[in-house]
């Protein structure tokens, strides 16, 4: 149908051709003055100067939500001969596509709740399946919210992690192998991540440009120190190292008896296997911003806090302490009980973890380890008395849990003496087998029984016997024993042999 007979459809009588020039001449200007417009805010303007009706309002039932739309003619209309060729069309969707998503950056609605209410179904499970599967989504507004997600919420040693990570070396300029261990790559990369959970929380709106992010918060020599420190950690549990034969490999014996190795990607010989460690942390507290901090800070300066390197150290990757624990923990406590830590300052101490958190009257305080020094032997007794006493519980897998993580009871324990600390870094742990924790207490061993699901009992006797032979062990026996009394037996413990319980 030519352009003529779908204008004279649309304005419900005959039209000549000086008012279908007119139109065209109309519509053609509007978008040369107003580029990131859209189709039906041409039809409109068009509409409003010629006295036509020429949009819609269009329902999603779905989402319950409606909008403008142009009517069916009405775009016919814009693809006839003399309005606009299907390559002019393409590129007025992509620019408004792209104005659209400006403006919500710049009012930090974009991936906020708000937003993701306002999300129709199809895009919720589009972002969940790109965030389990790593894979960028097709659908702009989704690759846009999961890449501000990736970015701030992601952990070190994960697939998603790596992807925005490598994304953001991308547009610094770089290769993320060349800039690894770069200070300057390192305090813009966590700064960026850190932006990430304020606009995600609609703290503030577009994101800074990886190019331009040190020029706005300022390049800090510090950085230098976390990345070196961060180097002598890894050289310790790294054969070849100077580090490792002072240590005469002690540590890195310990990572390997305990199965850290065999966490994720990372192993002994990983050279990235220490991390750096915000003891402020970034996700919870962006959150809990408004809360946690002192009045009228603004957004700037609680970023720069968090990456400012006194409030950084360093940490082996399998013990990320995930600071939105101890920070939600602290966040819903009354006035005064911040001045009743109990044991937990002296057990972030022993495992040379250091934390930072907001007193009630908004002053920063600093709790456990101090500095980024690492004490090779603490940490080895601390790793064995983890093993032994198991103060945290395991993980599903069946290995030890090294820090109060995971649930909040464990935090609140240390916190009012509930939960018993005895770790003596002068003292040796005794009892420790390379065939693994065969003198777990029994006490301990009743409450795991009582307390875990027949799974993760199944998974944690099969690493604590693996490598033992029952006929030649009593302490087997009389664990065997204790379950039975315990009611443990209907977990079918006689049809579980030793070494075969990590497999189910």
């Avoid at 919420?153 to 990570?165: L, M």
């Avoid at 032994?388 to 599903?396: A, C, D, Q, R, Y």
């Avoid at 307390?451 to 033992?468: D, N, P, T």
């Amino acid at each position: 149908m030519s352009a003529l007979a779908l204008l004279t459809r649309l304005a419900g009588k005959k039209v000549g051709k000086s008012t279908l020039d007119a139109v065209i001449k109309t519509a053609k200007s509007f978008i040369k003055n107003n580029p990131g417009k859209s189709r039906v805010d041409i039809l409109e303007h068009v509409g409003n100067k010629h006295g036509l009706n020429l949009t819609r309002m269009k329902t999603n039932t779905a989402r319950g939500v409606s909008t403008r739309a142009g009517k069916q003619t009405a775009d016919e209309l814009l693809k006839a001969k003399g309005f606009f060729t299907p390559n002019q069309l393409k590129k007025i969707d992509s620019a408004a596509m792209a104005a659209a998503k400006e403006r919500e950056w710049a009012t930090g609605v974009l991936g906020t709740e708000e937003h993701l209410g306002k999300l129709a179904q199809k895009q919720i499970d589009l972002i969940d399946e790109s965030i389990k599967t790593g894979i960028p989504s097709k659908n702009p507004t989704v690759r846009k919210i999961v890449d501000a997600r990736n970015m701030g919420f992601s952990k070190r040693g994960t697939n998603t992690y790596t992807k925005a990570q490598q994304k953001f070396a991308s547009a610094y300029g770089r290769r993320l192998n060349d800039v690894r261990s770069d200070p300057a790559f390192q305090q813009a990369w966590h700064t960026a991540r850190t932006e990430a959970q304020a606009v995600y929380y609609n703290l503030m709106g577009k994101p800074t440009q990886a190019k331009k992010i040190l020029d706005k918060y300022g390049k800090d020599p510090g950085w230098e120190d976390i990345v070196k420190a961060r180097q002598d950690w890894t050289d310790v549990i790294t054969p070849g190292r100077t580090a490792y034969k002072l240590d005469k490999g002690k540590l890195s014996d310990e990572f390997i008896k305990q199965g850290v190795t065999g966490l994720g990607k990372f192993s002994a010989q990983n050279p990235y296997l220490a991390g750096i460690a915000h003891q402020l942390g970034i996700a919870k507290t962006m959150q809990l911003f408004k809360n946690l901090t002192p009045r009228n800070m603004k957004t700037k300066e609680m970023i720069q806090m968090i990456n400012d390197p006194a409030n950084i150290g360093v940490e082996y990757n399998f013990m990320n302490p995930s600071m939105g624990s101890l920070q939600g923990v602290f966040s819903a406590l009354k006035p005064g009980q911040l001045n009743k830590l109990g044991q937990l300052p002296k057990m972030l101490k022993d495992a040379q973890v250091g934390l930072k958190y907001f007193d009630d009257e908004g002053i920063l305080q600093a709790i456990g380890k101090k500095g980024r020094e690492l004490d090779p032997d603490q940490m080895l007794r601390y790793m064995q008395y983890i093993a032994n006493e198991l103060p945290f519980g395991v993980t599903k897998s069946g290995r030890p849990r090294y820090l109060p993580i995971k649930t909040k009871k464990y935090i609140e324990g240390l916190m009012s003496g509930d939960l018993p600390w005895n770790f003596n870094k002068g003292g040796v742990v005794n009892g420790y087998a390379a065939g693994g924790l065969v003198s777990i207490g029994s006490k301990i061993l009743a409450k795991l029984a009582k307390k875990l699901s027949e799974k993760e009992l199944k998974m944690l006797m099969g690493s604590l016997w693996k490598g033992v032979n029952p006929k030649q062990s009593p302490a087997y026996r009389r664990q065997m024993n204790l379950l039975k009394k315990l009611g443990a037996d209907r977990y079918r413990w006689r049809n579980v042999k030793p070494g075969q319980g990590s497999k189910d």
